[in-house]
């Protein structure tokens, strides 16, 4: 049986939360940081499955998650449920983001859904996922060998002052 299901940003605010199962708002509160704490700090290339959190039931569920670019979409679930089917359906839900978005129905040919989620499969899986994309950034940044750093920024009628900034 499904207990919770937890959708939130790498930030760890909620973006979808329903719970089957009563639980107190302020507990509520606490099972959602204390998940998000534990599939947060996983790296990627692990497992997908993990033992619910202390406050949501212990060692008797299972916490089975999916990390899509800013989003984590997380099910908390007995072990009746199936891993694999659960994981099946965290992949629907983000198919459906590729379908419907704001309300509006962006694309019905199969192919061309399954051609972007595939895309977006490789892309994440070539650029290590956008976790790595800020130290990508930096890197980028300090190997630019800028001779100095810019004092002012032109571009047709617009003048930026940069503020002085200290080295990396």
């Known amino acids: 049986m499904i207990k919770a299901i937890l959708i939130f940003n790498n930030h760890g605010k909620p973006r979808l939360i329903r719970f089957y199962q009563y639980f107190a708002e302020d507990m509520q509160q606490q099972i ?4 998000f704490h534990l599939v947060s700090k996983r790296d990627d290339n692990v497992c997908n499955f993990l033992e619910g959190g202390s406050l949501i ?10 990390h899509y670019a800013t989003l984590y979409f ?14 099946d359906l965290i992949q629907v839900h983000y198919i459906l983001q590729e379908v419907v978005m704001g ?4 694309e019905t040919n199969m ?6 989620v595939d895309v977006q499969n490789r ?21 630019m060998n800028l001779p100095e750093i ?16 200290s080295p990396f």
């Open 32 to 35: 959602i940081r204390e998940t």
């Open 57 to 66: 039931g212990g060692s008797d569920y299972k916490l089975i998650y999916r």
């Open 74 to 87: 997380v099910f908390c679930v007995d072990s009746s449920e199936s891993e694999l089917g659960i994981l």
């Open 103 to 106: 309300g509006m129905v962006l």
């Open 111 to 116: 192919n061309e859904i399954t051609t972007q």
């Open 123 to 143: 892309m994440e899986k070539s650029e290590g996922g956008l976790s790595a994309a800020p130290a990508r950034a930096v890197s980028a940044v300090k190997n």
């Open 150 to 165: 810019p004092r002012n920024i032109n571009i047709g009628d617009i003048n930026i002052k940069v503020p002085s900034l």
